[in-house]
């Protein structure tokens, strides 16, 4: 059983579309996370949510809107996509107390062209 | 200045060679230090964590931190190819937020 899955692996659309992916854990953990890794494999938190409440915010464009319809869903709706979307993004969940032992799903693969 | 600085490599070694792997920080409020290692196209697993300062050991991986030079590092012992990946170091706050720091990730061959 995969314990953090991701929907779709792989995007490819162009700019200006809106797309959404879709991140389920079967962990029972109760804080999951979004985070984009770029070409040069940095990888930088954007959100964060416990029990569904908003816990991280970072510096990201407000085209980018987390929901978490439940502690076991996070989705991320990006609007008017941009070239600079493409990347890889990965959704991680984690358990409360242990907040370094992430774990992450096998990424979706955005691409704008 | 970014807060986690890695050496991309690549690194390549032959197969049984210790190997270590090296990060340095700026931030002194740093007190979580964990590595993950990223197969190709997967996502980062976590290798091991360590609070503060110190070493740990988990088989042929030992983590070490030195807080006073802001310097941490993941030792290897007895490479395998199959320990070749990407190895990302990353930190946090001692906070419940989960906000973690990564490095960008060294990316090590194990050649057979």
């Keep these: ?113 | 200045q970014k807060e986690v600085e890695q050496d991309p490599g690549p690194l390549s070694v032959p197969e049984g060679a210790i190997v270590s792997l090296n990060c340095t920080y700026s931030n002194s409020a740093f007190q979580y230090f964990m590595w993950y290692r990223q197969y190709s196209r997967k996502g980062p697993e976590l290798l091991m964590y360590t609070y503060s300062s110190g070493n740990k050991e988990d088989g042929r991986f030992t983590a070490q931190v030195d807080k006073s030079s802001k310097y941490i590092s993941l030792f290897i012992r007895d490479s395998q190819p199959s320990d070749s990946a990407t190895y990302l170091c990353a930190m946090s706050e001692k906070s419940n937020t989960g906000k973690l720091i990564f490095g960008q990730g060294t990316t090590l061959q194990v050649k057979p």
């Excluded at chain 1, 490819?12 to 985070?35: A, R």
């Excluded at chain 1, 984009?36 to 964060?48: A, E, G, R, V």
């Design chain 1, 1 to 113: 059983d995969t314990a953090v899955s991701q929907t779709p692996k792989y995007l490819v659309t162009q700019m200006g579309n809106d797309k959404s992916i879709k991140c389920e854990q079967n962990l029972g953990h109760d804080t999951m996370y979004w985070y984009k890794q770029d070409s040069k494999k940095f990888l930088k938190i954007m959100f964060s949510y416990n029990n569904k409440e908003l816990i991280i915010n970072e510096t990201v464009p407000n085209r980018f809107s987390p929901k978490s319809p439940d502690k076991a869903h996070l989705n991320l709706h990006i609007n008017s996509l941009e070239l600079g979307d493409s990347a890889v993004y990965f959704c991680a969940s984690s358990q409360s107390g242990f907040p370094y032992e992430q774990y992450f799903g096998p990424g979706t693969r955005l691409t704008v062209t």
